[in-house]
């Protein structure tokens, strides 16, 4: 990777320049047909919740099953940036379940920039964001794909995951039913 590009955990400071980044990787949601975010309208605009963002940021990881769970704690997220040129052009957000009995597992989005893809960053940031997990000791990532995003498929079925469901006319987006798709990598501690 070019060395002007770099993969980092974000924190407080950088919350501005995701919130750009989101706001720009969501509009491009849906422009050639298949939407491949949940979009935001009128009625359910997305917001620039900056203060949502850093306290989810913040809130200690909740784990496992035996720990025990004060409500601070849940509602974590964690997110990789990858920074070129001093902008935020890809993201991955991690964050946990609310049930105990799934604290061994986490969940994962990832969104690269139209202009940036192809360049192998949206590898980069998905093995980041395995590499956080195993240490913390989580056993899987799951995530969530619209039907039709081949390129986030192949890209998905290439690092190992492995599709774990499919729910047909999941959600009505301006006017067309799109089926969901879900997909798991089993996660192994290293040496
Ligand atoms: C999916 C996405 C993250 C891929 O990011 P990227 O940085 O372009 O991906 P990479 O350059 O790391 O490509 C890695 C692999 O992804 C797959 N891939 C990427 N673009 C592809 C395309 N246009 N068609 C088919 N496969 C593609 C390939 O398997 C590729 O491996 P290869 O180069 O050996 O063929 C990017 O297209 C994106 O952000 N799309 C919009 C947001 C999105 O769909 N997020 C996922 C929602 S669940």
Redesign the pocket.
Known sequence: MDASVKIELLSEAAADALLDHSER?LG??GRDGVP??HVYDEATPWTRDRARIVDRWARPLNRYADAPRPEAELGWTRTFGLWVDGEIR?ATSLWGNTLRSAFHRVNL??????A?????????LMEAAREWATSEGFEYID????EG????I??Y??LGYVETGRAPDRWRIAGKRIGDLTFALPLRAKG
């Open positions: 990787v491009e949601s491949i975010f890809g989005s990832l969104g690269v920039e139209r940036h893809h192809g360049l192998g960053y949206g590898t980069r995530l969530f794909v619209f995003n081949d390129p986030a192949a890209l079925r290439k």
